[in-house]
RNA sequence: GUCCCCAUCGUCUAGAGGCCUAGGACACCUCCCUUUCACGGAGGCGACCGGGGUUCGAAUCCCCGUGGGGACGCCA
């Protein structure tokens, strides 16, 4: 049978971590077995939902690089298919209208938790044969219930969980359509994950309550019943539940922070799902790996410094050039705006790009990182109080005038180091830390040498002598 | 409360009865490299929730307990 799965959000909000990774896996499941990969907006809840929401998860999905074969297709222009199912249900008596009021429900609702019971509904719309059912209140717009089975388990082997079974007598007659007509998410996902053809149902854990409902939804209509995986959720970095209240933040953040969407998708595919001792692969490697049987059934914490550390190797990883065409952006938001600068002179960015990031963990740090080269350099007093001593002053000074004669060139610059080095009877440190100072403004920096080459000779000599002064 | 699920280093995980004196990765610590800080390299610290079974043998199977999570909407 050919693979096709499917993620279907709902569009309340931002694409955050957790759904990333329930695309990410309906994606490689996909991927890895040639079959498709759906998109399929759930915008039934008319109040909560926003096309802005839709077009972030759009954002998100594609910053990610997790391209659909079909879709998107949205929930509220399917209504016409969804009332047919909902009419073929009512005639064929699985499913009943119910004139129950908002208000009746809560009343049962609390008196049933008061009696330590499970809160359901009663059934009493419910027609059954031979049972006399209440007169239709003229006030009230019923809403449709399912008639679900209430003997009987419901089993499905979940691809994750192994073997889940729900006694019927635990569920109760679900509410499938509002009193306003529109049909509700449970009855939504049954008539979509059906006529979309869905093999395999990949998502989220909290849904493990409405698989038997759905299951018996679709044995209701005579549908085939796709399989199901349910993933566990993602904790915060300080194990708490991610919420919109806490720690839960868009996919985008990430892009925002400084993160590449390579290290997040390969972090993403190593929480919950492992291939023996990998740790580095890339999104073809992961399609080629992936499988439903080695993703872990318990909760993952989400743990950022991994991710800081991906992010580092995917840096160093990435060429210089492609580096660069993101860290213009970088810098613009930090005012530096490279097509004004190059024209004095500067260093070529992809230069300075290699010579720096194979140091950092985000790009953001690179951006700030390399500030220095394209304005003037920000002093740390703490190092300029500990470098840029007087004493060290007239050696500089001397420095200056050799470097004024040398081919610019680091083996040259780090001759003429040495040499003044030498003459002054100093270790190297001694030069080279006033120098890094005086050149980027703190006490950290590659190799000073390397710097003073791509800095260049005119802004190299400048600097130092803005600091001897 | 009821139902469902989960449980290996601080964190992500390997582990399908003997290969486990439990392996890898992040973080942390030490050392090396060194022109500072990183990077890199080499080591180190560090875990099978508890109790009962089953078995010649259990991290792995079963039961109970404990802890954690999820669900119980005219939300998805």
């Not at 539940?241 to 868009?250: E, F």
């Not at 049987?293 to 318990?298: G, R």
């Not at 951006?367 to 840029?388: M, N, R």
Request: aromatic share 8%; proline share 5%; net charge negative.
């Amino acid at each position: 049978m050919i693979v096709r799965t499917r993620f279907a959000p709902s569009p309340t909000g931002f694409l955050h971590i957790g759904g990333a990774r329930t695309a990410l896996f309906s994606w490689a499941y996909a991927k890895k077995h040639q079959g498709a990969f759906i998109l399929r907006i759930e915008d039934t809840d008319v109040a909560r939902s926003t096309p802005e929401a839709v077009q972030a998860i759009l954002d998100g999905m594609q910053w990610l690089g997790l391209d659909y074969d079909e879709g998107p297709f949205y929930q509220m222009q399917r209504m016409d298919r969804y009332k047919a199912v909902l009419k073929q249900m009512l005639e064929e008596g699985t499913a009943y209208y119910c004139y129950c009021s908002k208000e009746e429900l809560e009343a049962l609702r609390e008196s049933q938790m008061q009696q330590n019971l499970k809160p359901r509904y009663d059934g009493r719309w419910r027609p059954e044969a031979g049972k006399v059912l209440p007169t239709p209140p003229a006030d009230i717009q019923p809403v449709i219930r399912f008639k679900n089975p209430q003997t009987g388990n419901v089993v499905w082997h979940d691809l994750v969980k192994g073997e889940i079974s729900i006694a019927n007598q635990e569920l109760d007659d679900l509410v499938i359509a509002r009193a306003d007509g529109t049909p509700t998410y449970n009855f939504c996902v049954v008539v979509d994950d059906w006529e979309m053809g869905i093999t395999q149902v990949i998502r989220g854990d909290d849904h493990v309550n409405n698989t038997p409902r759905q299951i018996n939804m679709l044995y209701a209509l005579g549908a085939t019943i796709p399989q199901y995986a349910h993933l566990s959720m993602i904790l915060g970095d300080d194990g708490q539940k991610l919420s919109k209240r806490h720690g839960a933040v868009s996919v985008m953040q990430y892009d925002e922070d400084g993160y590449l969407p390579e290290a997040v998708l390969n972090y993403l595919a190593r929480l919950g799902w492992s291939h023996g001792d990998e740790e580095i692969f890339d999104m073809a490697q992961f399609c080629a790996w992936f499988d439903l049987d080695h993703i872990t059934p318990s909760a993952a914490q989400f743990n950022t410094e991994k991710l800081r550390w991906l992010n580092a190797h995917y840096i160093k990883q990435t060429d210089s050039a492609v580096l660069a065409i993101d860290i213009k952006k970088r810098l613009a938001k930090l005012n530096i705006h490279l097509q004004d600068i190059l024209a004095q002179q500067f260093p070529q960015l992809n230069a300075v790009l290699d010579l720096y990031k194979e140091r950092v963990h985000t790009l953001n740090e690179l951006a700030s990182s390399i500030a220095y080269f394209y304005q003037p350099p920000v002093f740390d007093q703490t190092a300029v109080e500990k470098h840029l001593t007087s004493d060290i002053k007239p050696v500089l000074n001397g420095l200056v005038e050799a470097l004024k004669e040398v081919e610019w060139q680091p083996e040259h610059i780090h001759q003429a180091i040495e040499t003044a080095v030498t003459q002054n009877q100093l270790k190297f440190p001694k030069v080279a830390m006033p120098l890094r100072v005086a050149l980027t403004g703190n006490a950290q920096s590659p190799s000073i040498d390397q710097v003073m080459a791509l800095l260049g000779k005119d802004q190299t000599l400048a600097r130092i002598a803005d600091a001897i002064n």
